[in-house]
């Protein structure tokens, strides 16, 4: 019987202290910054339709005048995804190579080839609009074939540049132009 009870009082504090290592997710953790409430204000606009997919099919447009070719497309869930290649290369990296080479004989690798990722999202808001949010990122790779760095493209004019196309797409397909 006491070997019973020390059994029963050491799966009690077992408990207890296992319960004491329960963490739990600050309030702040799921809080969105201010930087990144300004960045999706900067990534998204409203339009006066409730047509999804004619939206999306301007978005993929202006995605494809802009030289991105679509990757994927689902648009009963509202996403278009398109990609683009582009050449990495920066003089200042290459200098610096060069001169790690010629001073200490290391080989540096340095950025190659990039490929840039556009993703569409849009979303119904009620009352007759239709959000639409467009992100675009950046992987980078090396001359050893490494993924260097992978990056959110963040400049207003990128954006500000695809949404003056897609208000322009948009307003020529409702006048049917």
Known sequence: MVIFKKNIALI???CLFLTACNQTIPKAA?????????????????FDT??????LTA?????????YNIDESETGLGVIVGSKDRDATEAGQIAGAVMMAVLF????????NQK?????????????KTNLRVTFQ????????QVSRTQSIEL???????????????????NEI
């Open 12 to 14: 009690l504090f077992s």
């Open 138 to 145: 950046r992987i980078i790779w090396n001359t050893q074939g």
């Open 156 to 174: 207003p004019e990128i954006y500000q540049e695809f949404f003056d196309k897609l208000s322009k797409a948009v307003f020529l397909e409702a």
């Open 50 to 55: 409730t047509k999804e997919k004619k939206l």
């Open 116 to 128: 840039i990722r556009a993703s569409l999202i849009t979303r119904p808001v009620g009352k007759g």
């Open 30 to 46: 799921l809080q969105l910054s201010e930087e990144s409430f300004a960045l999706r204000q900067l990534q998204t606009r409203s």
């Open 59 to 67: 978005g993929a447009g202006v995605l494809q005048d802009l030289g």
């Open 105 to 112: 004989g290391v080989n540096t690798p340095v950025d190659k």
